[in-house]
């Protein structure tokens, strides 16, 4: 694992740490929001929080694609899994995503056939070994998974496979960044830039966030050392008071995006006119859907989908959460009706959704690490395996 | 924005019931308020809100231990079992005996390093070795499935005995029983076992206190990681072969080293490292700091769970054992260990801090720290 231990340098870490900290204006508050769900996981995973100055906030954004799915569509993936032979796969992380009638896990142990899949394609060998059922892949994600999708639809129609199809719900990340800028009252001061997604879309798309809505955004890796560095590159605007779009992660992102990816996703797939997000409600042009050409691979089609809207509870404050403007405590649910283990709104469903990660750890705080109470580790023993 | 068609919106029931049950709750003002009504929520005794079993009841994480304590602690209570170690420690006539059983439903039952036989025989001397006992005798209760071939069969009843051998106990009763095709996987496995405890030595999660080591016997994961690999649904192949082994002699060896010092071993099974830490960490009422940079861990192990998504603190180990010893012996505990074929790669991985209590912190290589909770369920691959 070189490569990535070049990527996770506590000393380099530090180093940059010190940086950051010199960029801070005295007295002032910083908020940076990581739009995406892989660098909420990477800031969690290494205990990155601890590198920043306490005036340095980070808010989680919209990025997880299974906690911004909304509950109907989980109860229409259900009710087709439900169908008689019918094979429902997903990802490892869909399947504890609740819907208005429980997860596939719940959908699973009543009887429903649901598999977990690593890749589309995974799911269409499933097809292929199992001819007399349908196979129906669960696509969930941003421009990240799309291509793989649309791939694997491709593949399908070019071997014939006639029991596959996709519930396609991919969805776009600008959009939802624009839903999140034109809330009035949103107090942020950048943005990271997802990673993956711009390998597909490029850096052109965010040119408008700085332009018309003067807030710098770097897009960034997701090793712990790419986002303390891209919150230096954003740090380092501020203080010049520039405003732009900068590269972090210009050894994966080419600037211009991925055009192949961008045909393939354009050849299966469309802009839908409106899809529903968790916690931020109807977006318009924010999802896609199967094109007509390729209609006997979309499930919507091939299976009567009720087409569930489930709203979310009047109480459910995560947009709030979501955008920044509140703290999770300050929902009215917090820790009563909402909580891990019934999730109700989307910042509580994955363990580093904003609310979950509040409520198992918001007891332990960050000034208690920082005081040092829980004392440095005591090795007896310098000798360390590896 | 407004909402583009007109149908109105289903409720979800379960919601907003769970919204209505606590309309009453007042609308707390502080963060310390609110922090403290989550604390006494967790408190509360635990509850099965499912219906119906999920996979995720059987993970080893907190779905289990909530079934686990709402369902057959509930039913069965009395001191011994809600020890909840890996076996029981009783007493019959004198005698200081151990006793325990573990069921087995691996798949593929033939993985590279072992097969479902030795994992079972493996499994349950383990969990006498944990209560410091010296494993006796075995019983096995098998569970086929129609059409199942007899050739596996014997091929794993060999490796059974095998492993008994290695391990010195004699399988002295058993039970067979067939099912219909489709009502199992195969082969299904239940091995039970008792075992002399012969050290004057008190072991469990309560006895373990501030101050203390903690130690873990070799690299961790490479069980899990194997099964998961040779399921094959994944197109990784990695030189990595299942841990499983016996570790009765390991045990007697750290014990006989640590001495008084010896608070309590636990084989790192399902759910892996961190959630054996954890049920430390609540028992005993402490926290547990651990070194990330001190947890062994395979570079093949690293790199799989890296592609799987999942953290190898989770995955389960069948021939490792995670132990907390009184400092002062902490470096004669960890020589014993590393003396001991199965404990070469042995590490001291941290330390037993009086606060946070009932939580593991992990101290990462890059220089944070973050909070090791127990999962819900399997650890689910990511794809974000
Ligand atoms: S507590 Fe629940 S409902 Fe409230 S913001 Fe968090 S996730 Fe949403």
Known sequence: MRFVDEFRDADTARALATRIAALCEPGRRYAFMEVCGGHTHTIYKHGLEDHLPESIRLVHGPGCPVCVLPMGRVDDAVAIAEQPDVIMTAFGDMMRVPGGRGSFFDAKAAGADIRMVYSPLDALKIARNTPDKHVVFMAIGFETTAPSTAMTVLRAAREGIENFSVFCNHVTIIPAIKAILDSPDLRLDGFLGPGHVSTVIGCRPYEFIARRHGQPLVVAGFEPLDILQAVHQLMRQRREGRCEVENQYSRVVPWQGNRRALEVIGEVMELRPWFEWRGLGFISQSAMQVRDAYAAFDAERRFAVPGVRVADPKACQCGEVLKGVLEPWECKVFGTACTPETPIGTCMVSSEGACAAYYNFGRFSRSRVRAGSAGPTPLADPVVLR | ?384
């Not at chain 2, 590279?112 to 349950?124: C, E, F, H």
């Not at chain 2, 005798?137 to 499935?145: D, K, N, Y």
């Not at chain 2, 059409?147 to 010195?168: E, K």
């Not at chain 2, 960890?334 to 992990?362: F, M, N, S, T």
């Open chain 2, 1 to 384: 924005m407004s909402a583009p068609q007109g149908n109105a919106p289903a409720r979800a029931g379960w919601a907003e019931e769970a919204v209505a049950t606590h309309a009453g709750a007042e609308h707390l003002r502080t963060e310390e308020q609110v922090l403290e009504r989550v604390e006494r929520a967790r408190r509360r005794r635990p509850r099965v809100r499912e219906e119906r079993i999920t996979l995720a009841h059987g993970a080893g994480g907190k779905a289990t231990r909530t079934l686990v304590e709402a369902v057959f602690v509930d039913a069965f209570r009395n001191p011994v079992l809600e020890q909840l170690e890996d076996g029981a420690a009783v007493s019959v006539g004198g005698a200081r005996l151990a006793f325990t059983t573990d069921s087995f439903v691996v798949s593929p039952l033939f993985f590279p390093g072992g097969d479902i036989g030795d994992l079972a025989v493996n499994g349950t001397v383990n969990d006498l070795a944990m209560c410091g006992a010296r494993p006796l005798h075995l019983s096995v209760g098998v569970i086929l499935e129609e059409g199942f071939p007899v050739a596996d069969l014997q091929r794993i009843a060999a490796s059974m005995a095998r492993a008994a051998a290695a391990a010195g106990v004699e399988i002295v009763t058993g039970d067979t029983k067939v099912v219909r095709r489709g009502q199992a996987d195969g082969c299904f496995l239940t091995t039970a076992g008792i075992g002399v405890r012969e050290r004057d030595v008190t072991l469990g999660a309560a006895t373990v206190r501030p101050g203390d080591a903690v130690l873990v016997s070799g690299p961790i994961g490479d069980h899990g990681v194997t099964v998961m690999l040779a399921r094959g649904e994944l197109d990784i192949e990695a030189d990595v072969v299942s841990d499983t082994a016996p570790m009765h002699g390991l045990a007697a060896a750290l014990l006989d080293a640590a001495g008084d010092g010896a608070r309590v071993l636990r084989d790192a099974t399902r759910g892996g490292v961190a959630t054996i830490l954890n049920e430390i960490a609540g028992a005993a009422g402490v926290g547990v700091v651990v070194d990330e940079a001190a947890v062994p861990v395979r570079e093949e192990v690293l790199g799989a769970s890296e592609l799987l998504g999942i953290d190898p603190l989770y995955v389960a180990c069948e021939g490792r054992l995670v132990a907390v010893v009184d400092a002062a012996r902490a470096a004669a505990a960890l020589a014993a260990l590393r003396a001991h074929p199965l404990g070469a790669g042995a590490a001291l991985i941290g330390h037993v801090a009086d606060d946070p209590p009932g939580l593991v912190l992990l101290r990462t290589a890059f220089g944070g720290t973050r909070i090791v909770d127990l999962l819900v369920g399997d650890p689910l691959p990511r794809i974000c």
